[in-house]
């Protein structure tokens, strides 16, 4: 079971963005507006391959989008899918090459899931083959039952195979991983790559879980309000991910809603390149803004590969001066752009953004935003202040390799 | 059992049989609609449907009677242009039945319809199934069960109609006697050797037919119909 989803987390050649902008078509160009029950615009163009995860709090009308995308509820505006980029939005729902998995998804309970999996195909110019992907999701133990005789987590697996069988160029995900324990998540997550590769269809994903969009976003879509209108913005997964936790933060403090999220877990990701593997000492040697950079050892990174690095707030401190005799192998030179008190969902402390110097100009300037957080005591002893260059400090397990992109 | 016994028997299982595949024809698209409808009209016609449910058969068969009545009004232009006399005819008890039988076979459908999840239609649109096919596919084979139980029950209901079939169709022997209209006349007439025989036979049928339903229903419920083949691909 393990290996096979091992066996499916087959990384491709290191391919930069800008590089891979130049070999494929883009697989779905969106361009809508829809207007109930929240006004939104929504624009973004998506390559063959590519995940765009949407990044916005709970109401901020997400599934109303991805409803208006797949046609169960009205837009206007264009969805072009596929390598010739056809037209979707004057297509009623039953037409449009858009898969779509939804949040809690309504099997046909009169079918066994297997014959549920052959009608489906059946009913497909060009059905996708998934049979190989029902021993991947644990279920072929429950292909002769029903839909209502299996669980919740399993229905939703179940749903994600038929909307793959559909083979459709745009795939839309809302909430697939939530229902999920850890290793059908992953098998979840090895499924959606492998199949993206495979059809070269493009992805656009709800989850409020920011380690499994981590795992698959390419892309991140956050939503602005710019006063009359909300639209989505695209931009890259770190920046995306520091400006909705900033969000988040905005709006949340001093209400306690009960979300899991924890300013002290708030996540950065890094771009890094892969320099060298030092298997003997345990560690993979990275550079990052053409600073050092030091995680455990990744055996299946290769040099010159660039790859998704994610730290937590909470596992970084940080130092006036650099560090030579302590056992913290990464200090990254950095800028403070900003300190902010946070008292939110029991928490007290001090969330310290900064930027990371770059010490190479030859490094594309990736994101560099990443957050801090330390103690009030901290902050009172150490006093740092914006604009005012600090080392942040980590050892090499705080960095947690996240994927390629 | 007597020649005209044996008669009223055939003729009943024949109007029976009419009746309910009649009424599916009608009410299964019927039902679909109405129970997707949000229209203004939608308690009116549920009105009407549900009405035979509660007016007394003959009632119903008076009004035919009337309606229907060759000497003037519809009756005569139907007799007169299209050559149909429906009092005292097959046509006419089968007239009859169909609306008596009405509510049994549209409510169970139209129930059925509005208690599958709204998501379903969606859930099969998104899968790429055209309205014809998420009605073929999907819900027909969902509402399987109320389908039999309004075949059922439309059909053992009509077999035991009495009123309506008295008032329109009269009592013709071989025409329009049914079992019902025969056992009356075998009561009236004191034969109650041959009343015993039908009043039993139809006792018989009808306990049968609803085990049968109740017994098929519950099959249905939990055997999945196909598991054989791979996935195509």
């Not at chain 2, 049994?104 to 790429?128: V, W």
Request: glycine letters at 6%; aromatic letters at 8%; proline letters at 4%.
């Amino acid at each position: 079971m393990l290996s096979a989803i091992l066996n499916t987390f087959k990384y491709t050649e290191s391919v930069s963005e800008h590089r891979r902008d130049c070999r494929s078509t883009g697989s779905a160009t969106i361009d809508v507006q829809v207007s109930l029950p929240v006004s939104q615009r929504f624009s973004c163009t998506l390559l063959s391959g590519q995940v765009g995860v949407l990044l916005a709090p709970s109401g901020a009308g997400k599934t109303s989008l991805f409803n208006a995308l797949a046609g169960l509820s009205p837009a206007t505006g264009s969805i072009q899918v596929g390598s010739k980029g056809d037209e979707q939005i004057d297509l009623p729902a039953y037409q449009r090459r858009i898969a779509y998995v939804t949040q809690s998804p309504t099997l046909f309970g009169h079918l066994s899931i297997q014959a549920l999996l052959n009608l489906v195909s059946a009913e497909q110019k060009n059905p996708f083959d998934v049979s190989w992907a029902v021993e991947l999701l644990n279920l072929s133990g429950v292909l002769h039952l029903r839909a209502q005789q299996l669980s919740g987590g399993q229905q939703q697996r179940v749903a994600l195979l038929l909307a793959m069988i559909k083979g459709a160029p745009l795939l839309l995900l809302d909430e697939v991983l939530s229902g999920q324990d850890h290793t059908m998540k992953h098998a979840c997550i090895a499924l959606i790559k492998e199949f993206l590769k495979q059809t070269n269809a493009a992805a656009l994903m709800v989850c409020h879980q920011m380690e499994d969009a981590l795992a698959l976003a390419d892309k991140a879509l956050v939503l602005q309000d710019d006063g009359s209108c909300k639209h989505w913005q695209a931009m890259p997964v770190g920046a995306g991910l520091h400006l909705y936790q900033h969000q988040l933060l905005a709006s949340a403090q001093g209400s306690s809603n009960g979300r899991e999220n924890h300013a002290s877990e708030f996540l950065s990701v890094v771009q890094a390149t892969t320099l060298t593997h030092r298997a003997s000492l345990g560690l993979t040697e990275y550079r990052l803004n053409g600073q050092a950079c030091f995680s455990v050892h990744t055996p299946h990174t290769k040099p010159g590969q660039v790859v998704s690095l994610v730290l937590k707030a909470n596992r970084v401190g940080l130092s006036r001066t650099i560090m030579p005799d302590s056992s913290f192998v990464n200090q990254w030179l950095a800028t403070i752009t900003s300190t902010r008190e946070i008292v939110w969902q029991g928490e007290q402390g001090m969330l310290i953004d900064v930027k990371l110097v770059s010490r190479d100009d030859s490094d594309v300037a990736q994101c560099n935003d990443l957050s801090v957080w330390i103690t009030r005591l901290s902050f009172n002893q150490l006093k740092p202040a914006v604009n005012e260059p600090w080392y942040l400090i980590s050892k090499a397990d705080a960095l947690s390799f996240n994927s390629l992109h | 059992m007597s020649d005209t016994d044996l008669q009223a028997t055939i003729l009943t299982l024949q109007l029976a049989s009419v009746t309910t595949l009649c009424l599916l024809l009608i009410c299964v698209p019927g039902a679909y609609y109405l129970a997707r409808s949000r229209s203004v009209v939608k308690p009116f016609i549920e009105t009407l449907v549900t009405l035979p449910l509660v007016l007394p058969p003959t009632v119903m068969g008076y009004y035919f009677l009337v309606l229907f009545s060759p000497n003037d009004g519809l009756g005569l232009w139907l007799r007169d242009t299209l050559g149909i006399e429906l009092v005292f005819s097959f046509s006419g008890i089968w007239l009859a039945s169909m609306i008596y039988s009405l509510p049994f076979t549209f409510r169970p459908l139209q129930s059925a319809f509005e208690q599958l999840p709204k998501d379903l239609y969606n859930a099969a649109a998104l899968l790429g199934f055209s309205p014809w096919q998420q009605f073929r596919q999907v819900i027909l084979p969902a509402i399987k069960p109320a389908l039999y139980t309004a075949a059922t029950l439309s059909f053992a209901h009509t077999i035991g109609e009495f009123g309506a079939i008295l008032m329109i169709g009269g009592n013709i022997v071989g025409e329009t006697q049914v079992l019902s209209l025969a056992l009356f006349d075998h009561a009236e007439s004191l034969d109650f050797q041959a009343a015993e025989q039908l009043a039993l036979l139809m006792l018989a049928f009808s306990f049968s037919v609803v085990f049968a339903c109740q017994w098929w229903q519950k099959q249905s419920a939990y055997v999945g119909y196909t598991s054989r083949c791979q996935v195509r691909g």
